[in-house]
């Protein structure tokens, strides 16, 4: 699905900032057709209210206090992007990501957040009272203050934080705990029947599901996990050895350890691979420099011949083309579960990024699809190291 908005909508509002008003008014004026990028842009001042913004890319952008009321903003990217109170009621935010956003006393009152990624978004005293949260992940958000009265939840996880003044009224389907609750008493961790009980105290009719997971021999077990990735920290005096028998992700790289990796791996096709992606101008370009002659991210990297993959300037990338930097990413837990099945690991280093960056980075990891990754991947964060 591509971007695209009615050839007669107008903003009722240019944002303030002229930078911010050049970019949407040269797409304005453009086939609307394509998809609107606008990472890291300030639209204060702005009315985009009834206007469709399908796939947009908003991440890391100034959205606060703006009316975003009733528009089109399927699978659009909010990541890092502050939308305290801003009103965006009535919208359709269906598989939106707003990872790590900023959603404070924002009004998503009636929208449609059916799949959406709220994975530690900051999401006090807000709003998301009549919406349609179906399928929807609040992993680690705070939504204490807030108010979920008579929104519908269906496998929805409520592993988020709440408190005493949060509204359920009227609350009612299904969704997985555990949840964290602000109490006078201090923080208490509700799940199963205990969980079911405390949304009933405070109106809600809600059933409180089991989670499932995927084992390597097919069947559905009852473990919960809620994501493709187990994030390891790394301390700089216990950096770990790289374990061949198995695959891993090394977010933050040090150049050091990738020093290290050479001399380990040694160079070479066969043993390892680096791919400089700064300047990737699509994602069939980045496939093509990893696997010449595949179809997809996945098969490319099914295809590496080598036990080691380094991929350099990575937050280059992120600042000059965000979305095959995301593609990238997405990719990468399932790809390595086919390589696992296959008993070809493959460790992948993401070099070059600051601080901030990687955050961002394993954020994305988190939310990759999980369908197909029938074991956690390892991923191992890296500290600030020469």
Known sequence: ???????????????????????????????RSGIFNATYHDFRGADLSGGSFVEAWLSNSNLRHISLARADFYRAHFEYADLSGSVLAGSDLARANFDNATLTDANLSGTDLSGASVYGATATRTLFAGAALNGASFL?????????????????????????????????GTAFGPCKVETRNGLVTLEGSDLENWLLSHGAHVTILQPKRRKKDGAVGAAAQQSPIDVQPVAARNI??????????????????????????????????????????????????ISPGAGTLSEAIARVPAKALLFTKVEQLGVKNRPVLVELLHALPAALTARETNNAPLHIGLVDLSSDKADAILAELR????????EPITVFDYPTMP
């Open 367 to 374: 939310s990759a699809p999980s369908d197909d990754v029938e």
């Open 240 to 289: 770990p050895e790289i374990d061949l028998q198995t695959s891993a992700i090394h977010v933050d790289l040090p150049h050091s350890q990738v020093n290290r990796w050479i001399q380990q791996f040694g160079s070479g096709p066969e043993r390892l691979i680096e791919v400089d992606v700064r300047n990737a101008p699509s994602t069939q370009a980045l496939i093509h420099a």
């Open 1 to 31: 699905m591509s971007s695209g908005t009615p050839e007669d909508w107008l903003p009722g509002a240019l944002p303030t900032d002229p930078s911010t008003a050049e970019v949407l008014e040269s797409w304005l004026a453009g086939p």
């Open 140 to 172: 680690q958000s705070d939504l204490r203050g807030g108010s979920l009265a008579s929104a519908i939840v269906h496998q929805t996880s409520l592993n988020a934080l709440f408190d005493e003044h949060t509204n359920f009224n009227g609350l009612r």
